[in-house]
Nanobody, 122 residues
Framework: QVQLVESGGGLVQAGGSLRLSCAAS????????MGWFRQAPGKEREFVAV????????SYRDSVKGRFTISRDNAKTTVYLQMNSLKPEDTAVYYC???????????????WGQGTQVTVSS
């Protein structure tokens, strides 16, 4: 059974930092592209960052470029999202997702985690 378990969310003041982790199990992690998505209340789920199977290809949405960093450790079957200089508009539930043999900025992934709440106060 495939499981993606996010952790690291919480409440932080604007300008602060958080590091999200997503631990994967039940799949051959190195076969999967990984993505972080987020969904704020009343809004659609949106792509934040994606990383290819080897980590050699990475994409970010424009609003987080220079502030967020996605990375992965295939030995630990974990993907990370380092978030710096957080803004109130980053407040959302953050989800990690896995896509077999590829990545996309669309929400067309095979497996999803349950999400972790990130709240940035002004």
């Amino acid at each position: 059974q495939v499981q993606l378990v996010e952790s690291g969310g919480g409440l932080v003041q604007a300008g602060g930092s958080l590091r999200l982790s997503c631990a994967a199990s039940g799949l051959t992690f190195s076969w999967y592209g990984m993505g972080w998505f987020r969904q704020a209340p009343g809004k659609e789920r949106e792509f934040v960052a994606v990383i290819s199977r080897s980590g050699g290809s990475i994409s970010y949405r424009d609003s987080v470029k220079g502030r967020f960093t996605i990375s992965r450790d295939n030995a630990k079957t974990t993907v990370y999202l380092q978030m710096n200089s957080l803004k109130p508009e980053d407040t959302a539930v953050y989800y990690c997702a896995a896509k077999l043999r590829g990545v996309t900025t669309l929400a067309e992934y095979d497996y999803w985690g349950q999400g972790t709440q990130v709240t940035v106060s002004s």
